[in-house]
């Protein structure tokens, strides 16, 4: 398990995505606003046990801001269909609050408020589906190209403290 973070929510105005993105299917707009189909990465149990793999599952989401509302997408995990079907997340519950995600040129820094509800999924497995499922949610959008990701702005506090890895250079 990881040691519980007391933080305060500030949620700043979301990234929204260039107009002519590819990696955003339109849909119809609905009585809140644009929607997009976009892709999200939950957890699948792989056959004959290990670590889960990442699977890519289709979202409808609001377009407003696409990368933002696909890492809270995540946060939330599964609907009540994708547990049925087998998906599962390293994240679970109230306890994950993004505090922004901001672009850099085409690097998005992500930074958290809290990661309390991170679900240990096993020796070795609990660092990589973290990251491999937030690399792949934010780094899917064509004008992003690499993502850094913090929690209340510390770099350390994610990698080190909760990823136990070392902030890549």
Do not use: M
């Not at 707009?29 to 892709?39: D, E």
């Not at 696909?70 to 087998?86: F, I, K, Y």
């Amino acid at each position: 398990a990881f040691p519980a973070l007391s933080r305060t929510l500030r949620v700043p105005t979301p990234v929204s995505p260039p107009a002519s993105s590819p990696s955003v299917t339109p849909s119809t707009a609905g009585p809140s606003g644009a929607t997009g189909t976009v892709r999200i990465f939950l957890l699948r149990s792989r056959p004959g046990g290990g670590c889960p793999e990442v699977a890519s599952l289709t979202r409808t989401l609001p377009t407003g801001s696409l990368a933002r509302s696909s890492v809270q997408a995540l946060l939330d995990g599964p609907t009540a269909q994708e547990r049925a079907d087998g998906y599962t997340s390293a994240f679970s519950g109230a306890g994950n609050r993004l505090r922004f995600l901001r672009l850099d040129g085409t690097t998005a820094h992500v930074d958290f408020q809290e990661l309390n509800d991170v679900v240990d999924i096993g020796p070795d497995c609990t660092a990589a589906a973290v990251r491999e499922q937030l690399e792949r949610a934010v780094e899917r959008f064509s004008w992003i190209d690499g993502a850094r990701f913090s929690i209340k702005g510390s770099e350390e506090e994610f990698y080190v403290r909760l990823l136990g890895v070392a902030v890549p250079a």
